[in-house]
Each structure stands twice: as C-alpha cells, then as structure tokens.
C-alpha cells in the first residue's frame, strides 16, 4: 500500500502543473503533425519502406508522440528530483528511510507515466485520428497487449535511468552521462526512424538493445505487427530487460552505498 501510494502522490503531483501539460502537449502535436506530413512525403517517394505502409507509418508517428513522455525516452522524472537530492546531500536521508530505495523510485515512476499517458498519450493521438487516417488495432485483445507493453517500456525505461542516476554517487553530477544517453535513446529507441528501417547489422544490433523496448516494441504491438505468438515473443523481450535493468541497479545501489560521500561533508 505505501508504494501505491508513493504513485498515486507522484500522480497527483504531476497533475498540478496544468500549463506546462498543455504547453507539453500542443507541442507533441504540433511535431506529430510536422513529423506525420514529412512521413506521408518519404512514404510516397517509398512505399512499403520498412514493411510499412503509409497508414502503418504515419500512425507510427502518433503512437511515439504519445509515448515520448510516458516512458520518458528524453529523461527526467525521479532523474531530476535524484540530481536534486544528491547535490543537497538529502541522498543520505532517502537511503535512512524504511523502505525500498528503488521501490519508493519506481512507484513514483509509474505514478508520473500513469498520468502522462492518460493527458500527453491520448491527446495527441486523438488528434492525430482526426487529422489524418491512421490505423488502429483490429482485434480488441491487442489494446490488452499494447497497454502492457507500454507498462514494460516504462519499467525498462525507468531501469536505464535508474542506473544513469546511480553514477551520482561517483559522479556527484550524472548530466554528462545523462546527455550521452538521451542521444541513444532517441536513436535505438525507433523514436527518430523505426528499427526496421535500419540497415543490417545496425538494425539487428537496435532490436537487441533494450531502448527498442520503449518506442519500437510497443509502437509495432499497436500497428499488429508482431501478432500470435511473436507479441508474446515481444513483451517477454521487454520483461527480460526490465527484470535485467532493475537487478543492475540493484548490484550497483548495493556498491554505490556501501560508502556514501555527501557533497559538502
């Protein structure tokens, strides 16, 4: 109940900052609509590029506008108010707390996805409906799998920054590796360009790595893509990341804290 709650308080917050949600959200619209024009443009010079067609491609569009934020492929989240919080030396008194140090932060994780899904996700992509033909799912139990893929990205997300916060306790300040991961992210993660339309050992090697579990995976579960038994296929990559990324964390929270230097003392 407390990690529930640990959400439900990370919900609520991010809820209070009703302008820089709307400001976010007109600008996650604005870059579909831009971003879906300059597919339709390239699909019409290629069609079939990537196994997609021109309604798969510029829903591929939508779906990752909504899911940018929700699973955080820029960063943020627990990352800024951590950077806080070792730069205060406050850290000290988060690890002195009767709960779990990687709980209490993935509780607010999902607490934080939870509501930028519901204003961030479904606002732009309702609007990309509207605007242009997109393609949805065609059989219900797909939005079942969909949902939890997105569940998954989070988690996987979440464990990647995890451990990018981590450095802090060497780093004191993890801003330089963060930088170098947002380039990542946005690359491997099909946020920029599909997996798919990678060529050779480049498009085996983004498959493999987990930033394609936040965009990528879920964005092809959504245009039925990976159907039958290849979802299952999908959604246990996505879980075997998580369960990886989070017992990382775990080994290097373990020897990051067994001696703890807190800035200024």
């Given at each position: ?33 831009i971003l879906a024009y300059t597919f339709l ?6 069609p079939g590029l990537g196994g997609y067609d ?199 929270q373990w020897l990051a804290t067994r001696r ?6």
């Amino acid at each position: 109940m407390l990690y529930a709650a640990v959400a439900r308080g990370a919900f609520r917050r991010y809820s209070t900052y009703r302008a820089a949600t709307v400001a976010g959200t007109f600008t996650n619209t604005v870059f579909g609509i831009i971003l879906a024009y300059t597919f339709l443009a390239l699909w019409q010079a290629r069609p079939g590029l990537g196994g997609y067609d021109q309604s798969q491609a510029v829903t591929y569009i939508w779906v990752s506008q909504s899911l940018l934020v929700t699973v955080a492929v820029w960063g943020g989240g627990f990352q800024d108010d951590l950077q806080d919080r070792f730069r205060s030396g406050d850290i000290a008194v988060d690890l002195y707390r009767p709960v779990d140090f990687q709980g209490w932060w993935l509780a607010s994780d999902l607490g934080r996805a939870g509501f930028q899904a519901l204003v961030r996700g479904t606002v732009p992509m309702l609007i990309g409906a509207l605007v242009f033909r997109i393609r949805l799912p065609e059989h219900p139990l797909t939005w079942a799998f969909f949902l939890l893929s997105v569940l998954l990205a989070v988690v996987v997300s979440f464990g990647l920054r995890f451990l990018v916060s981590i450095t802090g306790f060497w780093l004191h300040d993890s801003e330089g590796v963060r930088s170098v991961m947002l380039v990542v992210s946005m690359f491997f993660s099909g946020m920029l360009l599909p997996v798919a339309l990678f060529p050779g050992w480049l498009g085996e090697l983004g498959r493999a790595l987990p930033w394609s579990a936040l965009v990528n995976v879920p964005t092809d579960v959504f245009l039925e893509r990976t159907a039958g038994t290849a979802v299952l296929g999908a959604l246990g990559f996505q879980l075997g990341w998580a369960a990886a990324l989070l017992a990382a964390g775990r080994g290097a929270q373990w020897l990051a804290t067994r001696r703890v230097v807190v800035q200024g003392g």
